[in-house]
């Protein structure tokens, strides 16, 4: 921690924030320069971050020099994230995951037929959302447990795993019956007694950057899931906002390399919801795969006029096919598999 | 609802939109220009909202004519939201109310000694988190019932309401037996489970905005909470998120005409939140009063040094009370109370 | 400056970057601290900030302690700038200023009715643009050296001062000759050679912030204009891009009080850009003059419906008369005079 | 033009709108809904665009049924703009264009040396400042007409195309002299005099986008291009400015499917700029050209320690070939060469 002291801080002041470093067992180091007089504090950065040091009179500006998330972080574990599923799928490492599947689950008849598509083209993972986050109270909110047996079903008689997404701490156990893997959507990304539940349950869980979280937040938010010791986390950039309006988000590819930079943990790209229009998914999805994505979420309907929503972001499936052999071959480019 | 073609769209395919808009009941108005064809939609736009007419081929772009949010907007009710609480205190109308108080509950002496200076200055609300929503597992998160105990304690001793965060459904019945007034905090913006569940409460709530909600999803969320019964509703501008990093958010003051134009509901401005430095959050109360705001919200500590959280936005009781002075004189200008 | 050490730094490379520190003449200070080492560097900070410390083996991150900005900051200057046009009229200090007129000059006669007008309500400086920045090459570009003559003429019979923008150094010279101040639009506030060109010429001047420029970066631009001898600058916060639509732009209320904080130099709002809706301008202009702006400039038509730019922005003649009263009583809350 | 009414808009109000619609050559039609009355108006959109529609009484909103460009659109012309420098490069089409060089040009020795790298990888431009554009007026800004000579006699020397920053009306006849492509960077995206004076040239032209601008404020910037009879236009996806601080711009890498949609015109990606980082350039390289890009233009610096500026985004020669070879390899997948 570095603290940046005002022009005219007094030596009274001085003393009194240093008095309060040693008081938490940390050391202050003051350093006069010809302008501005810092003091830099050694120890443990986490002992002082509770503390308002911009309160204090005399201080300028207060400077973190360490992380704030620690069991997110490559400096905690250095080597890539790899965790098994249940049918053997691995997420992370070599391979590609792709997942695919209606934005809701609207019926089984017409979950079996897109799953049966997905399969073919190479998805191991499943989509569809049973509770819905929907901006208006007067869209469809989802088929509930109906939707979550659907999946299951489906998913099972087809071969794939289940991704859903969990709303309400109320309703992860229910959730967690069904489904392989739980998702938390980007509106939850900060609902903290959501992270703190699911953390529990040390399920397999997808977790969305939020619509405007900073990559840092998104680490922290992981931290919470991992503090709570659920390390089978796989992290999801799904378009961020901006002012730019000719999509419906902006898609933050940079996140890709700072992510596997910062963090050991697998990322997943949405290029349905980071771009909002069908016509763009493919190419951002090449464009995620050759930036060092660990998978791919796309939403996928056969006969998007009549999803129940987000049919204007779906691909039909044989555009889903001709996008999954283009990702396998960029794949191959980096050494990796589809 | 108008449904721009593209310069290529086929009869064909114009007959295949019509269709599905009559087939819903409503009436297509096809309107051929020189360089476009538009088709314009008569009845009720709520039914073709959730069809998904970007993917309709042929098209490409829908405009919506209608807002999305109904019991929320001066469509619906022409006259100002006035709630009368449960000690007469009115929210709305020409009184601005003053909410004031800790960041974080701490414990009760420091809680009452707050509370007795933001009596004596004005205040009619005692603001303080027992549940706090922090981005990092390793902050402070609250005294929980703990802390509901005091501020409703501390509340009757002086005098004042409580107003204070529900984070969790689960959560909602035990605050709401402490608190007068219900605070939905912007992480939690669209939890649209809490806010069905709140709905249900019909107890007055604070809604603030999310960092990065616009207006209308702003009001969208209200529309929750209208819609399942409750409409003791006070909306609360807390600041954006923007690429600016001088100040913790950017406080949208625009936002206070364009909702006093769009909906019956009263507004608060939280200026602590909303620049994130006790130096700024004066000018900025005035100036959210001066725009016509509702109510003010500011944190008020009497040893930010000390504070749980958040110190270095609070105000010591001098300095609220020179703000409330200064905010008294500015409503006084415009015909209002403090 | 601080710099920041990876984890795995060697102490080869941080022998390295402390001697190309001693090389400019300046002092490192290692500190070992128990997770992260970190240099401390003494001395001018300016001769470290054209090294790229970034690309230097080992180094994670630079933090900058000082300001990048020197004679605009209250560090070099404690004292409001107070500047006298040429009739007198102050900018900066107790008063108020109040600029109006039209987006654009559209004809001698219509000029000088508004002007009139402005002037009635309180007035000193007539605005109005001859030289106009318009995003398409297929709108009104201005009346050119035509407009600025009507500027000229109009003011001087009705006694107001003229601020005009100037949009190209070629153009300089001659706005010069009919102008009393000149203004730099925000799309070329970073027009770094018309900076230059306009520093030089020692003229009053208005410095509109960008559209996306952080608060920092005005400044900065501002000391290109102080450092090549001009001190007669006014800096104008016209509203920032963000993701909201409901307005044109989304005016930064919180810079009006960081600005005073930081700059001596004098702070105008303009809520017609900043709101970019009549409706909404009053209100905006009563919030600023409240944070402590020292002027407001507001288009006004008489005619808005047939305003050749910006006729939705502009308040008629009886509106701004009205504002500029509500504002006048808002200064005299804080003390000042409109 | 789709002109939306209020609800409690007066027939004498609609008539009066009819009449200005009528008065301008168009036709309007009525459409009275359950809840809206809206005017369609049929006729060239353009005529109605200079009309402040938003402030005539009753209107609520007007949408834009129109693109405000019309050279640059897909609608203008459908297929791709491919163009041919003089030495025979094309810019557009099957290949994919690879600019390389410093940031700014120090020396004759080092660019040199620079430019013989990027060659040998693939290059064919040679980028590199001679004007510099630079937020501080202390930072270096650049060699000026000394850099442009070095520019051209290297580039001749190793057989390279020269594309490089014009910031200065005043200065494109000089720069024109020395380049092959003139850059306009993104601060300068709407400078609207340097935009003209350039379309007058006829000159190959690369226009960047600004940090805040949109993809439609982009393409009408390439309007005055065009329109001042510059047909030779790529345009340059560098990087958006947003919340995110962990990279210096967000690279919007949606753009490229959007602007491949919207232009016929050729489209760069500089992810240099777009990340601000040499470890993330390379991995966003990629993405790029896997989005569909017609080029990348990177930094690269033999000693990025020393480099007079960008040192931290820019890669050393190695980087810059093993990135070459995985873009070959990519562009290959999608029937493109490198």
């Keep these: 921690m570095i603290i940046v002291l005002k022009q005219n801080a007094t030596p009274e002041q001085i003393n009194h924030i240093c008095n309060k470093v040693k008081e938490l067992g940390l050391t202050p180091q003051v350093s006069r320069g010809i302008e501005k007089t810092i003091i830099g504090v050694i120890g443990q950065e986490d002992k002082l971050r509770v503390q308002p040091l911009e309160a204090f009179p005399g201080v300028e500006r207060v400077m973190s020099v360490m992380k704030p998330y620690k069991l997110a972080s490559r400096d905690f574990k250095s080597e890539d994230t790899i965790f098994v599923m249940d049918n053997g ?17 609207e019926n089984k008849e017409s979950l079996l037929r897109i799953a049966k598509e997905v399969k073919k083209s190479g998805a191991t993972f499943l989509r569809g959302g049973a509770f819905k986050p929907r901006s208006s109270p007067y869209s469809f909110q989802g088929l509930g447990e ?3 047996k659907y999946l299951r079903e489906v998913a099972d008689e087809v071969g794939l795993l289940v991704v859903t997404e969990v709303m309400d701490t109320r309703a992860v156990e229910l959730v967690s019956k069904y489904a392989d893997m739980l998702q938390i959507g980007a509106r939850n990304m900060q609902n903290f007694d959501l992270l703190k539940e699911i953390g529990r349950t040390k399920k397999p869980t997808l977790l969305k950057r939020g619509l405007s979280a900073t990559i840092k937040e998104l680490l922290l938010s992981a931290e919470y899931l991992l503090s709570n010791g659920n390390f ?37 790209v949405d290029p349905s919801h980071g771009t909002g229009n069908y016509n763009y998914v493919t ?13 791919i979420m ?12 987000d049919g204007e972001q779906s691909l039909v499936p044989k555009r889903f096919d001709a996008m999954v052999k283009e990702l396998r071959a960029i794949a191959h480019v980096l050494g990796r598999e589809v």
Tied chains: 1, 2, 3, 4.
């Design 283 to 295: 190419a951002v999805a090449r464009a995620a795969v050759a930036a060092g994505a660990d998978g």
């Design 232 to 268: 089978k986390v796989m992290l999801c950039e799904r378009g961020i906002r901006t002012f730019e309006t000719a999509t419906r988000n902006t898609l933050d590819i940079n996140a890709i390399p700072v992510l596997k930079e910062e963090t050991h943990l697998p990322v997943l």
């Design 146 to 148: 109906e939707g979550l």
């Design 89 to 105: 799928v691995k997420v992370g490492g070599k391979q590609v995951v792709i997942m695919g599947g209606p934005c809701t689950v």
């Design 298 to 309: 796309v939403e996928v309907h056969d006969n998007p006029e009549e999803a129940a929503s």
